[in-house]
């Protein structure tokens, strides 16, 4: 056994094992190295040195030549996500089917209250659905006006583990939120150990750029990327970044797609603020060119992509550290829903469906093309989104006593992704025909194969809601700092 790194009985001690993962290179955030991982009553019980005996072991799996990494923790997603008069498509078994065949064992879903709904009664009643999926899910809640009940519902959300709350600043009279609400929900978080999640985007430059646009007729798809301008961004992000500071609240800034915000954000970090950078796939693969071809509509997103070299900034902040974590903000529409408004972007369904491609193109992206350390790609997808969503060391890690959450990668293999391939709830990816490299072969979760070989295993619904730790103590600040290394 490594020093720090065993478990009870994983050398014949008192714990049966119930498999071991043999000859890989297991990957943690902030360490890597040849080890065997031994796995009991669905938690990780040892990283042991290669070779090291356990007897009664009931199964093996050989990864040699493999990367053993804990599964993927994605912090955005929308699971059958109404807005407006459209639904996504996925319920929490297709989008869970969908994530483990992507190597991500751990999903962190929404509960956006419909008009007139209370945030804990969405919230509640999302939650009910977790035990629909093949893996675990936590949940955001989310706040859209203020009212006296709202310190009461806060509270008793974060006592039953839902710590996190999503607030907008764009979308008006659906989810926008405004600044007054912002403040009193983030103070009211700071002193209950959670934090806001926020999407930035000021809504008045949005409606003014897209009155413009409107009126020279440039506001269907393929005139997405002019409708909402990366100031409009950069001004939410700084107004947002002010009320924070001025509350000494934790503030996390979802699918952030410009280096000039990671940036801006990364200053008040500087500062003492808890404030941190979520980045998605698709604005770290993708650019703006998408909406010239023949689909527009299928890469309608908010905010949308970027020009090129705003996407090769952006992707910079991976290696410098000011990225805490990658999302997917998987949005399950088909093209028929997206086609059906696409001469008006104002009124059209935007998101891109994205849970199962997540890890790979960023992967590919990356690790193979451009050599961030495997460690850094399971800081960012797997450990820090569930330090910032309080999950850790639970998921994220396969640190003894977390969950057997495993995805075992062939780093080179080639592969072209189809959606004909792919297990999502839509009859489209915006990454068709690209050619990547590595892919997860087979994923456990807790402990149980469930995808091997590109086949599903275990198609058994045994999904659970976890209920998060607190974030922080009112007066002690969250750190999503990397980890050290194992032996220390």
Same mark, same amino acid.
């Given at each position: 056994?490594?020093?720090?790194?065993?478990?009870?009985?994983?050398?014949?001690?008192?714990?049966?094992?119930?498999?071991?993962?043999?000859?890989?290179?297991?990957?943690?955030?902030?360490?890597?190295?040849?080890?065997?991982?031994?796995?009991?009553?669905?938690?990780?019980?040892?990283?042991?040195?290669?070779?090291? &005996?356990?007897?009664?072991?009931? @199964?093996?799996?050989?990864?040699?030549?493999?990367?053993?990494?804990?599964?993927?923790?994605?912090?955005?997603?929308?699971?059958?996500?109404?807005?407006?008069?459209?639904?996504?498509?996925?319920?929490?078994?297709?989008?869970?089917?969908?994530?483990?065949?992507?190597?991500?064992?751990? #999903?962190?879903?929404?509960?956006?209250?419909? &008009?007139?709904?209370?945030?804990?009664?969405?919230?509640?009643?999302?939650?009910?659905?977790?035990?629909?999926?093949? $893996?675990?899910?936590?949940?955001?809640? $989310?706040?859209?006006?203020?009212?006296?009940?709202?310190?009461?519902?806060?509270?008793?959300?974060?006592?039953?583990?839902?710590?996190?709350?999503?607030?907008?600043?764009?979308?008006?009279? @659906?989810?926008?939120?405004?600044?007054?609400?912002?403040?009193?929900?983030?103070?009211?978080?700071?002193?209950?150990?959670?934090?806001?999640?926020?999407?930035?985007?000021?809504?008045?430059?949005?409606?003014?750029?897209?009155?413009?646009?409107?009126?020279?007729?440039?506001?269907?798809?393929?005139?997405?990327?002019?409708?909402?301008?990366?100031?409009?961004?950069?001004?939410?992000?700084?107004?947002?970044?002010?009320?924070?500071?001025?509350?000494?609240? &934790?503030?996390?800034?979802?699918?952030?797609?410009?280096?000039?915000?990671?940036?801006?954000?990364?200053?008040?970090?500087?500062?003492?603020?808890?404030?941190?950078?979520?980045?998605?796939?698709?604005?770290?693969?993708?650019?703006?060119?998408?909406?010239?071809? @023949?689909?527009?509509?299928?890469?309608?997103?908010?905010?949308?992509?970027?020009?090129?070299?705003?996407?090769?900034?952006?992707?910079?902040?991976?290696?410098?550290?000011?990225?805490?974590?990658?999302?997917?903000?998987?949005?399950?529409?088909?093209?028929?829903?997206?086609?059906?408004?696409?001469?008006?972007?104002?009124?059209?369904?935007?998101?891109?469906?994205?849970?199962?491609?997540?890890?790979?193109?960023?992967?590919?992206?990356?690790?193979?093309?451009?050599?961030?350390?495997?460690?850094?790609?399971?800081?960012?997808?797997?450990?820090?989104?569930?330090?910032?969503?309080?999950?850790?060391?639970?998921?994220?890690?396969?640190?003894?006593?977390?969950?057997?959450? #495993?995805?075992?990668?062939?780093?080179?293999?080639?592969?072209? #992704?189809?959606?004909?391939?792919?297990?999502?709830?839509?009859?489209?990816?915006?990454?068709?025909?690209?050619?990547?490299?590595?892919?997860?072969?087979?994923?456990?979760?807790?402990?149980?194969?469930?995808?091997?070989?590109?086949?599903?295993?275990?198609?058994?619904?045994?999904?659970?809601?976890?209920?998060?730790?607190?974030?922080?103590?009112?007066?002690?600040?969250?750190?999503?700092?990397?980890?050290?290394?194992?032996?220390?």
């Amino acid at each position: 056994m490594f020093p720090g790194r065993s478990g009870a009985g994983a050398d014949g001690g008192h714990a049966p094992v119930d498999l071991v993962v043999r000859g890989g290179t297991v990957v943690e955030a902030g360490w890597s190295g040849p080890a065997d991982v031994f796995v009991a009553e669905g938690r990780v019980l040892a990283l042991a040195e290669p070779g090291a &005996p356990a007897p009664g072991t009931r @199964e093996e799996i050989d990864a040699t030549g493999r990367l053993v990494m804990p599964g993927g923790v994605d912090p955005h997603c929308h699971v059958g996500f109404t807005s407006g008069d459209f639904t996504s498509l996925d319920d929490y078994l297709q989008c869970t089917t969908a994530a483990v065949f992507g190597g991500t064992t751990t #999903i962190v879903d929404f509960a956006i209250p419909r &008009p007139g709904q209370a945030p804990a009664d969405a919230a509640y009643a999302q939650r009910a659905k977790a035990e629909q999926g093949l $893996c675990d899910s936590a949940l955001h809640a $989310c706040v859209t006006e203020w009212d006296d009940t709202i310190p009461d519902q806060l509270g008793a959300l974060v006592a039953d583990g839902v710590v996190t709350v999503k607030m907008f600043t764009t979308y008006r009279n @659906e989810t926008m939120a405004d600044a007054d609400t912002i403040l009193r929900t983030m103070a009211t978080l700071r002193d209950l150990g959670g934090m806001v999640v926020i999407h930035c985007e000021a809504n008045h430059i949005i409606e003014d750029t897209q009155a413009h646009c409107a009126a020279d007729g440039r506001i269907g798809a393929a005139d997405m990327a002019g409708t909402r301008p990366e100031l409009a961004e950069t001004a939410s992000v700084a107004e947002i970044l002010a009320i924070a500071e001025s509350q000494r609240a &934790p503030v996390y800034f979802v699918h952030q797609s410009t280096a000039e915000a990671v940036e801006l954000v990364a200053a008040a970090r500087r500062r003492g603020l808890r404030a941190y950078t979520e980045s998605v796939a698709h604005h770290l693969v993708l650019d703006e060119t998408m909406y010239e071809g @023949e689909h527009p509509e299928r890469f309608v997103c908010c905010p949308p992509l970027r020009p090129r070299d705003a996407v090769s900034r952006l992707g910079r902040h991976l290696f410098t550290g000011e990225i805490t974590t990658i999302g997917s903000d998987h949005c399950c529409y088909d093209t028929a829903q997206k086609r059906s408004r696409s001469g008006d972007v104002r009124v059209m369904p935007n998101g891109l469906p994205g849970v199962e491609t997540r890890l790979p193109v960023v992967f590919s992206a990356y690790v193979a093309g451009m050599g961030l350390p495997a460690t850094r790609f399971v800081e960012l997808t797997a450990a820090n989104p569930a330090r910032a969503n309080g999950l850790y060391p639970r998921k994220g890690t396969l640190l003894p006593g977390a969950d057997a959450d #495993i995805a075992i990668w062939d780093p080179t293999t080639e592969w072209t #992704i189809t959606s004909g391939d792919l297990h999502m709830a839509t009859d489209y990816t915006p990454y068709e025909g690209m050619r990547v490299t590595g892919r997860p072969e087979t994923v456990m979760v807790g402990g149980r194969v469930v995808v091997h070989d590109g086949r599903l295993t275990d198609a058994t619904p045994r999904g659970r809601h976890l209920p998060a730790r607190r974030l922080h103590d009112p007066v002690a600040p969250v750190s999503l700092r990397r980890p050290s290394a194992l032996s220390t």
